[in-house]
């Protein structure tokens, strides 16, 4: 287990007018406890959601009218986010990639690598921050490419602000991520995954939202520009991703997509933003609001609409 942050203590005596302190052996503050949840009612049920400790507050679980949406059976199945560097060069995102979750090595385990730092859930919203541990640990290999992280734990964190509904739309999660570059590194090409959905395999319709209609989109793999939605073949249950802060700029053609795993029985959608700075990313915030549609595809096309409208996208 990763130490945590020491806190010196001081005790006060008053004796004869005078004010003494005294310093006691620093203790370790607990970590904060990462297994919580939230709710609120949409249509016909509630979208409940729940993170756990084991994905350091990650979001682990979402689900609604009796069907569970999420498959986090390793570190990198939850809904959640992170970040790549320099991926621009050999197109490898792996090598140096700071994840909320945890890491590879976690695999299925009850542990993450990554560091809970703050929580707060209630009523219908979660708000966490989190120390990313690299997906990759040093010495570990991506398709054919060593990681360039040098240790488990990176110095990047994620913060997320998460809000089931939005106005008067109840099918609406509304996600603001913001990723935390530290100083020290010097970074000229930035991708975040901004959100990643890792869905069951019966989530297998993907469909594209276009001029007010749910388009077929094919396999793929990878990003177009279209907002997402995964189905099941039924469209009782559908989960889609929109962001008006969408495209990123010079990546107009990219921003949703969309990947089917059939051995590993999962399908995933993401929301991805990019930035290029050839004199060096300035650390700090960056930070991105997106909106989870969740219902049945109905639902999920109308509220979809609303968005549009609301945010006055083309």
Known sequence: MR????????LVFVCGGLTLLVGLEAFEAPPPDGNATIRAKA???EIVISTTNRVAGAIHSLIWNGKEFLDSSDHGRQLQSASSFECDKDGISETFNPTEAGSLADGAGD??????????????????TV????????????????????????NHLVSKCVHIGHKSL????????????????????????????YMPAEFGRFWKYDASKLKPLDDGPGEQGLPVVLATESG??????????????????????RFRFPPQRVNKWNCVFRLR???GLKPGDYRYRMFVLVGNLEDVRTTLDALHKEFKRP
Do not use: C
């Open 277 to 279: 700075e050839p004199k």
């Open 131 to 154: 120390q990313m541990a690299f997906w990759l640990q040093p010495g570990e290999v991506s398709q054919g490419h060593l990681a360039r992280n040098q240790t488990v734990l990176s």
């Open 236 to 257: 009782t249950h559908a989960m889609g991703v929109y962001s008006p802060d969408q495209p990123s700029r010079g990546y107009e053609m990219a921003g949703y997509g």
């Open 3 to 10: 130490p945590h942050l020491l806190f010196p203590m001081l």
């Open 43 to 45: 249509g016909a049920s």
């Open 111 to 128: 542990g993450s690598s990554s560091k809970l730092l703050r929580i707060r859930a209630r009523g219908a919203e979660l708000e966490t």
């Open 170 to 197: 109840p099918h609406v999660i509304e996600y603001t991520v913001t990723f935390t570059l530290p100083k020290g590194e010097k970074h000229t090409f930035a991708q975040f995954e901004a959100l990643t959905g």
